[in-house]
T-cell receptor
Framework: DVKVTQSSRYLVKRTGEKVFLECVQD?????MFWYRQDPGLGLRLIYF???????EKGDIPEGYSVSREKKERFSLILESASTNQTSMYLC????????????FGPGTRLLVL | SQKIEQNSEALNIQEGKTATLTCNYT??????LQWYRQDPGRGPVFLLL?????KEKRKERLKVTFDTTLKQSLFHITASQPADSATYLC?????????????FGQGTTLQVKP
């Protein structure tokens, strides 16, 4: 079974703090993704990576950065957290094949005070 | 503009009935479309994929149709059960280059009452 794990289920941070969200997958997948999910807005892609050290912006990259130093690990960084970044963050991975499904982690619910 | 839309209103049905959820899209020409299930507080889980040259796909009590002329996919759950209560998301690849990126609809919440 594919397993995607995220470092925290719940996180509370203060405005201005630097926040690291980590995601690890165990299926040797090429592609990894970070989304945020908000009521009424659905899942929105922040960044994705299709190889180690490669990254591409998604639809809402502002205020975020990412790091992929190893194939299995994809980190999302909030350089200076703001209250409008309070959200559910979901990581996903997929193999490099076309039409591959995405496998999601359990999500991290982040509250920025 | 490009859009993928699902009925944002919750769908409430009686146990045993067939649930039908709709996914409409505009200004995309996807090679395939996927459906996911999401339970509260959890990540989405893949259910079915249907390709543009397939009219219908079945998996146990689930059936998906894909009409590229209407730009619509329908997701059916027959003999619905309370355990089917969840939010269902449709997703498609927005680019012709098949990058593996997906665009998701907002999801439709299904409530099956016993």
């Amino acid at each position: 079974d594919v397993k995607v794990t995220q470092s925290s289920r719940y996180l509370v941070k203060r405005t201005g703090e630097k926040v690291f969200l980590e995601c690890v997958q165990d299926m040797d997948h090429e592609n990894m993704f970070w989304y945020r999910q908000d009521p009424g807005l659905g899942l929105r892609l922040i960044y994705f990576s299709y190889d180690v050290k490669m990254k591409e912006k998604g639809d809402i990259p502002e205020g975020y950065s990412v790091s992929r130093e190893k194939k299995e690990r994809f980190s999302l960084i909030l350089e200076s957290a703001s209250t409008n970044q309070t959200s559910m963050y979901l990581c996903a991975s997929s193999s490099g094949s076309i039409q591959e499904t995405q496998y999601f982690g359990p999500g991290t619910r982040l509250l920025v005070l | 503009s490009q859009k993928i839309e699902q009925n944002s209103e919750a769908l409430n049905i009686q146990e045993g009935k067939t649930a039908t959820l709709t996914c409409n899209y505009t200004n995309y020409s996807p090679a395939y479309l996927q459906w996911y299930r999401q339970d509260p507080g959890r990540g989405p889980v893949f259910l079915l994929l249907i390709r543009e040259n397939e009219k219908e796909k079945r998996k146990e009590r689930l059936k998906v149709t894909f009409d590229t002329t209407l730009k619509q996919s329908l997701f059916h759950i027959t003999a619905s059960q309370p355990a089917d209560s969840a939010t269902y998301l449709c997703a498609l690849d927005p680019s012709s280059s098949n990058t593996g990126k997906l665009i998701f609809g907002q999801g439709t919440t299904l409530q099956v009452k016993p």
